[in-house]
């Protein structure tokens, strides 16, 4: 089940580029970066109430961000819902013929567990569910 909108992530070339714009045109502030090596990605998070912008860097020429920067350029990647117990989410989906990036939830930002509806399965908007761990 979804309980809200975990935060909306945001592909960019370089986090410290955009920085300036979020935080002193906006008037936001980055609470935290995290390197995830396993996703080849760097990530800010920019708290908005109770949600997050998640600004999202690529590490590496083969992480999946680099060619989504390339064939699409900046701005929306993905939005992600925080839900309860993503293993039963991820069964429930695939039930009912969700195309998935992944069989199983695999480790995210803050060692969140994470997993991606296919943008086929949902109208061209790539979905990530998130498991908060505490």
Not at 48 to 62: A, C, K, N, Y
Not at 63 to 90: D, M, N, Q, Y
Not at 107 to 122: D, Y
């Amino acid at each position: 089940m979804i309980k809200k909108i975990s935060h909306i992530a945001i592909a960019v070339k370089n986090i410290e580029e955009v920085r300036n714009f979020y935080e002193e045109i906006l008037g936001l502030r980055i609470e935290k970066i995290e390197e995830i090596p396993e996703r080849k990605v760097k990530v800010a998070f920019i708290p908005i109430g109770e949600t997050r912008i998640e600004l999202v860097e690529p590490m590496s020429d083969d992480s999946p961000v680099k060619k989504f920067l390339e064939e699409r350029g900046g701005g929306i990647h993905h939005i992600s819902f925080e839900v309860k117990e993503i293993e039963k989410e991820i069964i429930r989906l695939k039930e009912k013929g969700i195309r998935l990036t992944s069989e199983k939830p695999e480790r995210g930002a803050e060692g969140n567990l994470v997993c991606f509806i296919h943008p086929k399965s949902t109208y061209g908007v790539l979905i990530e569910l998130n498991e908060k761990r505490e």
